[in-house]
């Protein structure tokens, strides 16, 4: 199977604060990972639907400034028990200060560059 990704994507432990921009609005505090520049992955406890609008604040590794940005979700899928409400969301990156854009591919370039001296 072909990748179609634009977007190295690590799995590295992030926070994530978001708040869904459409109305009832929900919020939640969580630890995400699978990020690139272009989006990640995180676990929610309540079903949300594809194509939501957030607003987030990612908070990476050895910084104490988050990552801002406005995201969609692309996809959902259940991961808990039958009637558990656990589900794995994948969010794109729809608007990011440019700022904040490199920080983010500074910080996913040199977490690979590490990973590659590790195993060397």
């Known amino acids: ?27 939640d505090q ?7 520049e272009g989006g990640l992955s995180f676990t929610v406890y309540e079903k949300l639907l594809k194509g ?3 607003d987030m604040e990612v908070q990476v590794p050895f910084d104490s400034m988050p990552i801002f940005a406005k995201a969609r979700i692309v996809w959902i899928k259940k991961t808990g028990e039958e009637h558990a409400n656990v589900f ?17 591919k500074m910080y996913i370039k040199n977490e690979i560059k590490q990973r590659r001296l590790t195993l060397e």
């Open 1 to 27: 199977m072909e990748e179609k990704r634009r977007f190295v994507r690590i799995d590295w432990p992030v926070v994530v604060h978001y708040k869904t921009l459409e109305e009832p609005a929900t919020q």
């Open 30 to 36: 969580i630890v995400g990972s699978d990020i690139s």
């Open 52 to 54: 939501t609008n957030l």
């Open 88 to 104: 794995e969301v994948g969010v794109e990156f729809i608007e990011v200060d440019p700022e904040d854009q490199k920080r983010l």
